[in-house]
């Protein structure tokens, strides 16, 4: 069973940056596309930005594009999120996710993280 653990969320002023992180155990690493959700208050979980198995290819949504970057350390089991330029309006929980294979539009989660909470104050 895959166990995804996120960490490095928190309290950070517009403009600021965070990094969180998430690691990966129970399956091999390599063989799972990755990407990253969030889920603000009141509001629906929304894919934020995703990445191959071997690294190569991201994808991100709109509203994060040039302000994030997500990155994947195969030899260490761990997946990032680099955010900078914060808005308020990117305060959420953060999951971590896994899709088994090939990682399309990331439409067929296999495994969810818990989550990590980053808010944004103005």
């Known amino acids: 069973q895959v166990q995804l653990v996120e960490s490095g969320g928190g309290l950070v002023q517009a403009g600021g940056s965070l990094r969180p992180s998430c690691v990966f155990s129970?399956?091999?690493?390599?063989?799972?596309?990755m990407a990253w959700f969030r889920q603000a208050p009141g509001k629906e979980r929304e894919f934020v930005a995703g990445?191959?198995?071997?690294?190569?290819?991201?994808t991100y949504a709109d509203s994060v594009k040039g302000r994030f970057t997500i990155s994947r350390d195969n030899a260490k089991n761990t997946m990032y999120l680099q955010m900078n330029s914060l808005k308020p309006e990117d305060t959420a929980v953060y999951y971590c996710?896994?899709?088994?294979?090939?990682?399309?539009?990331?439409?067929?989660?296999?495994?969810w993280g818990k989550g990590t909470l980053v808010t944004v104050s103005s």
């Open positions: 990445i191959t198995r071997g690294g190569g290819t991201t």
């Open positions: 996710a896994a899709k088994y294979g090939v990682a399309g539009a990331f439409k067929d989660i296999d495994y």
């Open positions: 129970g399956r091999t690493f390599t063989t799972y596309a």
